[in-house]
Nanobody
Framework: VQLQASGGELVQPGASLRLSCVGSGRTFSISNYVMGWFRQAPGKEREFVAFDSGVNYWITYADSVKGRFTISRDNVKNTVYLQMNGLKPEDTALYYC???????????????????WGQGTQVTVSS
């Protein structure tokens, strides 16, 4: 399984970006996975951003991004997205997508639940 994240760049405060994460692998289909986004700022711990469980539209966001970020998936394209609006300097981080086949735990804010990780894409918000 490989996850390839892209879409990060340098933007000004208030701008929007859409991150993409494409999954690949011989039998990999994101329809069978919980997909998450995490981020890590310099000198800080990796933190949860959002997950899409793919079950009954169960989607959850970190409080810090709620109302500004939207996670979505396209199972046909094997891609999960993170639409980020109203970006703030504190959103600056390396953003990672992640996948887990464990659809039972419900503990998907926890990065330890995820089996597969992308390489990260840098988002920098600065004027």
């Amino acid at each position: 399984v490989q996850l390839q994240a892209s879409g990060g760049e340098l933007v000004q405060p208030g701008a929007s970006l859409r991150l993409s994460c494409v999954g690949s692998g011989r039998t990999f289909s994101i329809s069978n996975y919980v997909m998450g986004w995490f981020r890590q700022a310099p000198g800080k711990e990796r933190e949860f951003v959002a997950f899409d469980s793919g079950v009954n539209y169960w989607i959850t966001y970190a409080d810090s991004v709620k109302g500004r970020f939207t996670i979505s998936r396209d199972n046909v394209k094997n891609t999960v997205y993170l639409q980020m609006n109203g970006l703030k300097p504190e959103d600056t981080a390396l953003y990672y997508c992640a996948a887990t086949s464990n659809k039972r735990s419900g503990n998907w804010r926890n990065s330890d639940e995820y089996d597969h990780w992308g390489q990260g894409t840098q988002v920098t918000v600065s004027s």
